[in-house]
């Protein structure tokens, strides 16, 4: 039978470190869920390097829900950027040439993540530009990409001008941005779902990608997400940047719940998606046994012959980008490098599915944050060193694991702030320490404890 008041008066110094950050771990949480300080340095990135081992932990699984969608990437790889004459700027013919098939092919939603602003010879736009005017209003809803550039009179950034301005008025061809954020490390971990532009003096706001995509895959029309977007716009075009940003969710029919500045949770994207080079399918293999993702050579659909589609596109996004080395179109991600348009199909995907990230309620964060410093501290407190890390890192990765399907589903499980009282517990009892030893020396604190001399061992005669 275990001595338990033995125990506790042999091990004192301990069990007051693990009362300790157990405390101090539960007090930063109540206080930071009351008073949250949005953008505090140390917590977001202790949260996001949680949430970045969630991501190469998930993508480790190998499958995906019931409710996946499924993608194409009609890939302007090496060969066929080399093939084109590696131009600086991608052919608008052979734009035309992608899209047309790929229009015949009964797609849900049609991706070209190509800028059109950069110029290319007259003959070509001129194709382009009379394609998408006439743009069938029974095809696929198509989504082209726009860039912004600084305002000239005005806070707000304005879109930069294409050749192809017209399309404006065609309801089924809607404009949108690519708009993510760049962490200091390099890495691209969040969105922006809509952002606010001046046009012709006036202020308005434009979709992302992912979300003009979501809209569309979940059957709602075009005019109807202007509608919905209309009152996040500022009132004016100087109105600061800053002050745009406001707690708003978005409705329409068959979508998941999608808010605007609610939390910076709701702001991560959730990578699920890795690219790996000259692979024919990317992604989680879902229960029917398919691919999520499928890859297409960009230059076997531009030759397909008119009248002819690209077989076996039915119900799935189609994403027309380029993974050709010399595209500038390259970014790091939780889960390794990756195309820019792969980039967006993680975030359609996960906006499609689950709408923004959200975290969880106040009884399980609690409950969660207990465990994890009851864990944590216990190890530390009792066992040494090497046994605590062993055992901690055993115990968080089978919370990790235990997690897995809410983060996969879009509930993203902070453990930084329970990571942040242990450290903190931890500083602050050696702290107590260094004092009470610096109170028993004295001055003579400052020097080094003078070495224990070395015993001569007894020579036998």
């Not at 008073?35 to 190469?56: E, H, I, N, S």
């Not at 992608?98 to 939603?109: K, N």
């Not at 895959?217 to 005019?223: L, M, T």
């Not at 978005?250 to 994207?269: E, Q």
């Amino acid at each position: 039978m275990i001595n338990w008041t033995g125990f506790a008066g042999r091990n004192k110094p301990e069990l007051l470190k693990f009362g300790l950050a157990l405390f101090i771990g539960l007090a930063l949480e109540i206080i930071l869920a009351l008073f949250p300080v949005p953008g505090l340095k140390v917590v977001r990135q202790a949260g996001d390097d949680m949430a970045d081992r969630l991501m190469r932990f998930a993508t480790l699984s190998g499958t995906s829900g019931a409710t996946s969608l499924r993608f194409a990437f009609i890939d302007i790889d090496d060969e066929t950027w080399l093939s084109w004459g590696a131009p600086l700027v991608t052919p608008r013919d052979r734009i035309t040439a992608i899209l047309q098939p790929l229009a015949r092919s009964s797609p849900a939603v049609i991706v070209l993540d190509i800028d059109l602003a950069f110029r290319d010879d007259a003959v070509s736009e001129a194709a382009l530009r009379m394609f998408l005017k006439s743009y069938p209003p029974d095809a696929p809803p198509l989504i082209l990409v726009r860039a912004l550039i600084p305002g000239t009179g005005s806070t707000l950034p304005v879109l930069r001008k294409t050749e192809y301005e017209a399309v404006s008025n065609n309801a089924n061809v809607i404009w949108a941005l690519p708009s993510f954020l760049r962490d200091l490390d390099g890495n691209v971990r969040r969105w922006q779902l809509a952002f606010p532009v001046c046009e012709a003096g006036t202020p308005a706001i434009i979709p992302s990608v992912q979300l003009a995509a979501a809209w569309f895959v979940a059957g709602n029309k075009a005019e109807d997400l202007k509608t919905e977007l209309a009152p996040l716009a500022p009132k004016d075009c100087n109105a600061p940047l800053a002050a745009t940003v406001q707690e708003f969710k978005i409705g329409g029919k068959n979508l998941p719940p999608i808010a605007f500045g609610a939390s910076d949770a709701a702001s991560r994207v959730i990578y699920t998606i890795p690219w790996q080079q000259d692979a024919v399918s990317l992604g989680p293999q879902l229960p029917d046994g398919l691919s999520k993702v499928i890859v297409r050579s960009a230059g076997a659909v531009a030759r397909i012959p008119d009248g002819d589609g690209v077989p076996g596109l039915e119900g799935m996004i189609a994403v027309v980008g380029g993974s050709f080395q010399g595209s500038s179109d390259w970014h790091e991600t939780p889960i390794g490098s990756m195309p820019g348009s792969l980039v967006l199909v993680n975030a359609v995907d996960a906006l499609a599915r689950h709408g923004t990230p959200h975290e969880p309620g106040w009884p399980e964060r609690m409950a969660l944050s207990l465990m994890m410093m009851t864990l944590v501290s216990f190890c530390v407190a009792i066992f040494r060193p090497s046994i605590a890390a062993i055992l901690s890192l055993l115990g968080i990765g089978i919370l990790m694991a235990g997690s897995m399907p809410f983060f996969k589903s879009g509930l993203v499980v902070n453990l930084a702030i329970p990571s942040l009282g242990i450290l903190a517990a931890d500083g602050l009892f050696s702290i107590a320490q260094t004092f009470s030893e610096m109170r028993k020396a004295g001055w003579r604190w400052i020097f080094k404890p003078a070495a224990a001399p070395l015993r001569r061992r007894k020579e036998k005669p």
